[in-house]
């Protein structure tokens, strides 16, 4: 939507180890440049609802 930007919420795997930076530097070189990502975040868990889906308005609640 207009106005609206790029953002990504990321829960590492156990033992993993990378900073918003380093996933901005990783995605920089996947993706199109109108989808990278502005702000990235990190998660313990992405929160699931019962059905095992994301659930994505709980994610955008802890936007920083």
Avoid: H, N, S
Avoid at 30 to 55: E, H, M, N, S
């Amino acid at each position: 939507m207009l106005g609206e930007e790029v953002g990504a919420a990321v829960a590492l795997r156990p033992g993993a180890d990378a900073t918003p930076a380093e996933l901005r530097e990783f995605v920089r070189g996947q993706v199109a440049a109108y989808k990278y990502p502005r702000v990235v975040w990190i998660l313990d868990a992405l929160p699931k609802g019962a059905t095992g889906k994301i659930l994505k308005r709980e994610i955008a609640a802890t936007r920083p």
